[in-house]
């Protein structure tokens, strides 16, 4: 009997992967009466969502709504990333968490359209995703009730407790699945990457198994012999054209994802400080965006002002941070963004970067906006007041040289 609490219709966010697709049913069985409405975001899946609509309706759904949205994700969301050039750990491109605040925003929206109370996600009380999604609603909406079935003692009571007994449940409500006990990979792609958890990659003590592993890009064993350079253009710290030719933001994307991707850049292995707590080990590739991170690197290195560079590189990781609490909409990750914002407006002018075997190398870089001198650069002296440098080296070395007088150091 549904209690006068219980929700009455649920936006859950929907991937059609494990998780989410045994949910459907248990939902059904948990507030028996509920409405369910599936939604799936288009980020760049590739043929992930084939049958998406089919496939939630077999499994319980009473709607389901898909929306495109690879051209907001590659520009209101992967290029303010870029710009900041936030990278989580030295390692993580912060694909997963980049994307949790879009799809949730718009399981938000889709809440109000359709006359919901309620949201929900498949994310287990272990992961990084309950917060992304949550912290979302809780900002956007603060009034939904949240749904997470991976954290209801009633789930856990049925047997639901890990991925094989999630196959099990599958498998004996006639739930199509991808995923076997053999084949136990957890996985999360879109535009900007695509994540590895599971089978062996959760031992740190083993080498991945690439030949299974990897999607997007090839082990390095398979990249070609030969070198390729892309030019890369960018306005402001937005990349814009490939080998000069123009494109919108998920096009530029997925053609780098494709072309680094045949040259095994962006692959790398992580164990991560998950914000709940524990560490996980991971397999991320991320072709595109390393190639484009390598190229915004190389030009921001010759265009922000040496002081505004450091501050901006200090602020990068509070932003990765940020974002990968899931705090994409708290003001502090806003006031940050306008900063780096800010200091991107000289980021403009196009980059080569070398691709080979496994490498993304910027090679060269040319900007209008350029602070780079190359008489002053050089080991000529002419129209340089060499003099100047004893006087700033007995200023700025003064504090040390008392010290030393005072209190002789430990060497």
């Known amino acids: ?16 992967g494990l998780d989410t697709s045994i949910i459907l049913p248990w939902l059904k069985e948990r ?17 992930e969502l084939k049958g998406i609509e089919e496939k ?17 994700f590659a520009e209101e969301y992967c290029f303010p990333m870029i710009r900041s050039h936030a ?9 997963t968490s ?21 949201v929900g996600h498949g994310a287990t009380g272990k992961g990084n995703d309950q917060v992304r999604f949550e912290l ?78 990897l999607v997007m890009s090839v082990p390095v064993e398979e990249a070609p012999d030969q070198a390729e350079y892309v030019e890369i253009e960018f306005d402001k710290g937005n990349p814009v054209a490939v080998n000069g030719q123009k494109m919108a933001g998920h096009d530029l994307i997925a053609l780098l994802n494709e072309i680094g991707g045949k040259h095994a850049v962006g692959t790398t292995v992580l164990v991560e400080n998950r914000l709940v707590g524990m560490k996980s080990r991971g397999v991320y590739e991320t072709p595109g965006g390393t190639i484009l991170y390598e190229a915004h690197k190389a030009l921001e290195q ?13 602020l990068a990781n509070r932003y990765a941070e940020l974002t990968y609490y899931g ?41 209008d906006l350029s602070l780079y001198d190359e008489q002053l650069a050089s080991f000529a002296m002419d129209n340089y007041d060499i003099t100047a440098a004893r006087g700033f080296i007995d200023l700025f070395g003064l504090p040390m040289q008392v010290r030393g007088l005072k209190h002789k150091p430990q060497v």
């Open 1 to 16: 009997m549904a209690n006068q609490s219980d929700p009455k219709k649920i936006v859950l966010a929907y991937s059609g």
């Open 87 to 95: 990278i989580y750990e030295s390692d993580y491109m912060l694909g």
């Open 327 to 367: 705090q994409w909409f708290h003001p502090l990750r806003e006031a940050i963004q306008s900063f780096m914002d800010k200091a991107s407006e000289t980021v403009t002018g196009t980059v080569s970067v070398k691709l080979y075997k496994g490498r993304a190398l910027a090679t060269k870089a040319n900007s």
């Open 136 to 213: 979302t609603a809780r900002a956007l909406a603060p009034k939904l009730q949240i749904i997470s079935p991976w954290k209801d003692p009633v789930f856990i009571n049925d047997g639901l407790t890990d991925r094989e007994t999630a196959i099990d449940y599958a498998k004996k409500h006639n739930i199509p699945i991808d995923q076997t006990k053999k084949k136990i990979y957890s996985r999360d792609r879109n535009l900007w990457h695509i994540s590895h958890e599971g089978a062996e990659i959760e031992h740190p003590d083993q080498e991945p198994d690439w030949k299974h592993c």
């Open 31 to 47: 507030y028996p009466g509920v409405k369910l409405v599936c939604f799936a975001a288009e980020l760049g899946q590739g043929d």
């Open 56 to 72: 939630a309706y077999a499994s319980g759904a009473d709607e389901v709504v898909v929306k495109d949205l690879r051209k907001e």
């Open 98 to 118: 980049i994307a949790r605040p879009l799809i949730a925003k718009y399981q938000v929206m889709v809440a109000e359209q359709t006359g919901a109370d309620a």
């Open 302 to 314: 010759l265009c922000i002002e040496r002081d505004l560079y450091h501050e901006k590189l200090n």
